[in-house]
């Protein structure tokens, strides 16, 4: 290590007296892992004054090997300051022993938790999401001239911490380049963890940014799946090869972790909710490193994904609920007697006369509550047409939300939804005599529109917009 780095390192140097005082001197009790450097070990380090719970990583110097190693990861740490990446606290390089000290993090690795049960499908997206503002750092931040390629993204070099937050740990073999060299070809030996390893590095004979990207696609699918990337003895023991081939053959449900399933859409047992992240960690497994993903572009789709599972947990509207054998009575099985309107996402219906829904909502709770059951004449059923993107879905939740606080006379009444395996249904009152739409071209209806009323109809729809864009309590 040239003699210039090290002098720029010097804050960053702790006394070993210090280091063997906070592990208790390296007591075997305090072990709390063991890397491909040496073990590591927890403890309580006195710094500024403040009392920091510390990982002391003690290379193991018998092997007269880990120097360069070392070096790199205190040299790329030290300039590092990201909420997702692990903190340096400083080194020792003193009497024979390297250490280098970052923030204890109390949860440890993703890999220990791959297959826990209990760490939701929500937590799981906050992770992936995490881990993917991380890299995307790596790869570009102003105050830098230069970007990081890690070269080792897996599991185990993702730490949690106490919330579940991940720090994105493990830069012993990354690389330091110039921005404007970020995506060039850098002649290095294949290295890293078997499992994640880009397939392109051994053909073109070096390493991109888009080798990280691989890595990071492999970590999603252990997240998504509960599985290893690599589990020796089975027959599909390479989770990347074995998730490519059931997003290709779209049977992804049968390595999804059953827990999550259900979690997943909040309501059904449907994968479709979470589609964009499958998506995602799809085309980070690309063979060509052209095709795969920016990190920028993979971060904006985690972080929307995050946000429509956020909505489908926060959202309660049960009184609302209206079954689906209820909507298909009400409409004769959705038969194309009742359907009179096809749009970009919906199919509408008009429900049969004088059935009632709230009637059959809950028999029990009308009883119980001293309710009168509702006759719905004038009802529109809207039934989102399935498509293979989220949109239609986004659609759907934000309309309801929104005209679950709407009360204006000149908008449209929520009655109902219904949100059952693949169907996705809004219920509102519909207008007694019918849409302004089908009044337009035709010159009979057109007649019964007199000035008066198409005045009465341009007041009424301004008063509407104007409750939308400046009276509502809570604007989205």
């Not at 049960?318 to 194309?336: E, M, Q, R, Y």
């Not at 009883?367 to 047409?385: E, V």
Request: contains cysteine; neutral net charge; charged residues 25%.
């Amino acid at each position: 290590m040239a003699s210039t780095t090290i002098t720029k390192l010097a804050h960053l140097q702790i006394p070993l007296e210090d280091i063997l005082k906070a592990t208790n001197n390296f007591h075997h009790g305090n072990i709390v892992g063991h890397g491909g450097l040496g073990p590591a070990y927890k403890g309580h380090l006195l710094r500024s004054g403040e009392l920091i719970k510390i990982a002391a990583l003690r290379l193991d110097c018998r092997q007269g090997e880990g120097d360069i190693e070392f070096w790199t990861e205190i040299s790329v740490l030290s300039d590092l300051k990201h909420t997702n990446i692990v903190s340096i606290i400083g080194f020792c390089d003193e009497k024979d022993e390297k250490i280098i000290i970052t923030r204890y993090e109390p949860k440890g690795s993703l890999k220990e938790h791959l297959n826990n049960p209990n760490l939701t499908w929500t937590q799981r997206l906050r992770i992936c999401v995490g881990v993917a503002r991380a890299m995307s750092y790596l790869r570009y931040d102003d105050e830098r001239d230069y970007g990081v390629i890690h070269r080792n993204i897996n599991s185990s070099t993702i730490l949690l911490d106490e919330n579940w937050e991940p720090k994105l740990s493990g830069f012993k073999v990354s690389i330091k380049q110039s921005d404007n060299r970020m995506d060039q070809v850098f002649l290095f030996e294949p290295i890293g963890t078997i499992g994640y390893m880009d397939p392109e590095i051994e053909k073109i004979g070096g390493v991109t940014h888009k080798s990280d990207v691989y890595s990071f696609g492999v970590v999603l699918f252990e997240i998504l799946s509960g599985k290893r990337a690599y589990i020796k003895n089975e027959a599909n023991r390479y989770l990347d090869l074995l998730a490519k081939d059931h997003y290709e053959k779209k049977t992804l449900q049968d390595i999804i972790h059953p827990d999550l399933l259900t979690q997943m859409s909040g309501f059904s047992h449907r994968v479709r909710v979470s589609l964009s992240s499958l998506k995602t960690a799809y085309s980070c497994l690309k063979v060509e490193q052209a095709h795969r993903p920016r990190m920028l572009d993979i971060v904006h789709e985690l972080e929307n994904a995050l946000e429509f599972q956020l909505r489908r947990e926060n959202f309660n509207m049960v009184h609302l609920k209206i079954s689906l054998d209820d909507i298909k009575l009400s409409t004769h099985n959705f038969s194309d007697t009742c359907v009179f309107r096809y749009t970009n996402y919906y199919t509408w219906y008009n429900a049969v006369p004088d059935y009632s829904f709230e009637e059959k909502r809950s028999s029990h709770e009308v009883k119980s509550k001293g309710k009168i059951p509702k006759s719905y004449d004038n009802t529109f059923i809207r039934r989102l047409i399935p498509k293979d993107h989220k949109i239609g879905e986004e659609l759907f939740f934000t309309e309801l939300e929104l005209l679950k606080r709407i009360k204006h006379p000149n908008i449209v009444t929520l009655k109902g939804f219904c949100v059952e395996g693949s169907e996705m249904i809004i219920v509102t009152e519909s207008g007694s005599n019918r849409c302004l739409f089908d009044y337009l071209g035709n010159d009979k209806d057109m007649r019964i529109l007199t000035w008066e009323r198409r005045l009465k109809i341009c007041i009424d729809v301004a008063s509407a917009l104007n409750y939308l864009h400046f009276e509502m309590e809570t604007k989205m």
